[in-house]
């Protein structure tokens, strides 16, 4: 994959992707780029104006791209569920599970879980389980990519306290549920071989790309001091997101994906630069962790893969 670019995406002609978060950042240019290569795309967003933008510059940047939008709330479990029925006969090839809060002050779903855990995790947990026999159905080359980020590094999940009701770090929140993304991703590997499927679950992060997701706890927070700091690091440190983006389209569309692949920029190109299999906490490897997670997540959101053998 040494120098590999979006214009290596092979033809997806006749398939269908659904990105989450697909009205700006890394989920945008997913969106765009699988589109420009001839695949449907349905771009989850919580914001229907906002991805009705998103759709109009998609189509003004790949001309005769085929692209939707549908409302997608994943801090809603009510919205996921309705988001899936919505397309509950459609074809499905690729689910990207890319949209993601960050560093956020406390705040809770409307479920009642942690918000990034309850976004970045739990959400895309009932999501992937509502859409899985799509999935199933649509045979090889079918994939669910989750964008994890290499900062879980910074903490494992905690299965006594997945809602941090012991003391909120926002930080350790985040990578919390980053850990979870890749657990969550091992997971469901470990399950897909023991059902004997086609599907494969692989993961990946964009390293250190420019995107709003930065700014968007200072900007909450009214803080503008943080707010130019990360615009700062952004601008001056942070590859574009048109990079960032690049080991997301790989597991989607990669010649050599593998179950639980993880893929990212290299560590020594200080998180820059083309894909590449991506060094992962041990932790995110677990079993015994891997299967509390599940337990916890099916109980949590009352979704369960009932098409795959535990």
Same mark, same amino acid.
């Given at each position: 994959?040494?120098?590999?670019?979006?214009?290596?995406?092979?033809?997806?002609?006749?398939?269908?992707?659904?990105? /989450?978060?697909?009205?700006?950042?890394?989920?945008?240019?997913?969106?765009?780029?699988?589109?420009?290569?001839?695949?449907?795309?349905?771009?989850?967003?919580?914001?229907?104006?906002?991805?009705?933008?998103?759709?109009?510059?998609?189509?003004?940047?790949?001309?005769?791209?085929?692209?939707?939008?549908?409302?997608?709330?994943?801090?809603?479990?009510?919205?996921?569920?309705?988001?899936?029925?919505?397309?509950?006969?459609?074809?499905?090839?690729?689910?990207?599970?890319?949209?993601?809060? &960050?560093?956020?002050?406390?705040?809770?779903?409307?479920?009642?879980?942690? &918000?990034?855990?309850?976004?970045?995790?739990?959400?895309?947990?009932?999501?992937?389980?509502?859409?899985?026999?799509?999935?199933?159905?649509?045979?090889?080359?079918?994939?669910?990519?989750?964008?994890?980020?290499? &900062?879980?590094?910074?903490?494992?999940?905690?299965?006594?306290?997945?809602?941090?009701?012991?003391?909120?770090?926002?930080?350790?929140?985040?990578?919390?549920?980053?850990?979870?993304?890749?657990?969550?991703?091992?997971?469901?590997?470990?399950?897909?071989?023991?059902?004997?499927?086609?599907?494969?679950?692989?993961?990946?992060?964009?390293?250190?790309?420019?995107t709003n997701l930065m700014s968007a706890a200072p900007k909450m927070e009214g803080h503008r001091g943080k707010e130019r700091f990360m615009e700062i690091g952004n601008r001056y440190f942070a590859q574009t997101p048109e990079q960032g983006t690049l080991p997301v389209l790989y597991a989607a569309t990669g010649p050599d994906v593998r179950q639980d692949d993880f893929f990212g920029p290299p560590l020594q190109?200080?998180?820059?630069?083309?894909?590449?299999?991506?060094?992962?906490?041990?932790? /995110?490897?677990?079993?015994?962790?891997?299967?509390?997670?599940?337990?916890?997540?099916?109980?949590?959101?009352?979704?369960?893969?009932?098409?795959?053998?535990?």
């Amino acid at each position: 994959m040494k120098g590999w670019t979006a214009s290596d995406i092979p033809d997806q002609t006749g398939r269908t992707a659904v990105v /989450t978060g697909a009205n700006s950042g890394l989920g945008f240019v997913t969106a765009r780029e699988l589109a420009r290569r001839g695949a449907r795309v349905v771009l989850g967003c919580r914001s229907e104006k906002r991805g009705d933008e998103a759709a109009e510059r998609i189509r003004a940047q790949a001309p005769g791209a085929r692209v939707e939008v549908a409302p997608l709330d994943l801090a809603d479990l009510t919205s996921v569920r309705a988001f899936a029925a919505g397309h509950k006969g459609d074809r499905l090839d690729l689910l990207i599970n890319n949209a993601g809060v &960050m560093a956020l002050p406390h705040r809770r779903t409307a479920d009642g879980f942690e &918000m990034q855990f309850g976004v970045n995790h739990l959400g895309h947990f009932a999501l992937t389980g509502l859409l899985l026999p799509r999935l199933l159905e649509a045979g090889p080359g079918a994939r669910v990519v989750t964008v994890s980020s290499f &900062m879980h590094m910074l903490g494992t999940v905690d299965p006594r306290d997945l809602n941090m009701e012991r003391g909120y770090r926002r930080w350790v929140a985040y990578a919390r549920s980053k850990s979870a993304n890749l657990l969550f991703t091992h997971e469901l590997a470990h399950r897909l071989r023991a059902a004997g499927v086609r599907l494969v679950a692989a993961a990946a992060h964009p390293g250190y790309a420019a995107t709003n997701l930065m700014s968007a706890a200072p900007k909450m927070e009214g803080h503008r001091g943080k707010e130019r700091f990360m615009e700062i690091g952004n601008r001056y440190f942070a590859q574009t997101p048109e990079q960032g983006t690049l080991p997301v389209l790989y597991a989607a569309t990669g010649p050599d994906v593998r179950q639980d692949d993880f893929f990212g920029p290299p560590l020594q190109g200080l998180l820059r630069g083309s894909p590449i299999r991506s060094a992962r906490a041990k932790w /995110t490897l677990s079993d015994t962790a891997g299967r509390g997670l599940w337990a916890a997540s099916e109980r949590l959101t009352g979704v369960r893969y009932e098409a795959l053998v535990s």
